[in-house]
């Protein structure tokens, strides 16, 4: 496991990202476990909202719909 301290700061605001959206999915209904593997599936659409500059309420609203 890398430690955090190793990974890139793009990395580290990916991860931040993807964690506020779980929160969002999580609030959308979704239970932490569901939110997270969710997350974990679409990882590479996930990470082009992400480059796309969504912010993470309109990326759980985007894996809601």
Not at 40 to 46: A, L, R, S
Request: hydrophobic share 45%; with cysteine.
């Amino acid at each position: 496991m890398t430690k955090k301290n190793e990974l890139d700061p793009e990395t580290e605001a990916l991860i931040a990202w993807c964690t506020e959206v779980e929160g969002f999915l999580v609030a959308g209904g979704a239970t932490v476990s569901q939110a997270q593997d969710h997350i974990e599936e679409q990882i590479e659409w996930f990470t082009d909202l992400f480059f796309d500059g969504l912010t993470p309420e309109e990326a759980a609203k985007e894996a809601l719909a």
